[in-house]
């Protein structure tokens, strides 16, 4: 489900069902890093959405948490988002990045961190975007439900 009206009012109907939140975790640089951040950003929301898609009806997609790339704050902001989102009731939070610097943070996050090479989409074709963004999808469903099983155990 996704971060909109329609179908918030359907979570709140069907939350005993939809148990993950997927969270994109991006960065937002308004200088020289300005671009590999617009570029990470594509990418991952492009990943989310169609991750969305293979596991409609059990995940909630949340707004992006973008936060400022030099901010002492970062990881206590996003440690904020899980502990709203655990409790909320979901038993998975996980936050999609492209920034390597959160590969380490689960345990402080009390979250999965799925990392993701970022692949500078611009000029491309959209059926090569998509082929390069399923391409990836298929590799983090199998985490995903890795996870999903682990935590059954």
Request: proline share 5%.
């Amino acid at each position: 489900m996704n971060w909109n009206g329609k179908e918030t009012a359907l979570f709140q109907q069907q939350k005993e069902y939809i148990d993950t939140a997927m969270v994109p975790l991006v960065p937002a640089d308004f200088g020289a890093g300005m671009i590999q951040s617009a570029e990470q950003y594509e990418f991952v929301q492009l990943l989310v959405v169609f991750l969305e898609r293979q596991f409609k009806g059990r995940v909630l997609t949340t707004p992006p948490h973008a936060y400022l790339t030099d901010s002492p704050n970062r990881l206590a902001e996003a440690k904020k988002w899980s502990e709203k989102l655990r409790g909320a009731g979901f038993k998975h939070v996980f936050f999609f990045t492209a920034d390597s610097a959160w590969r380490d943070k689960e345990e402080e996050l009390n979250a999965s961190v799925i990392w993701i090479p970022s692949v500078p989409l611009g000029d491309m074709d959209d059926s090569i975007k998509y082929s390069i963004i399923e391409n990836q999808a298929k590799q983090i469903v199998n985490i995903i439900v890795q996870k999903w099983q682990g935590y059954a155990e």
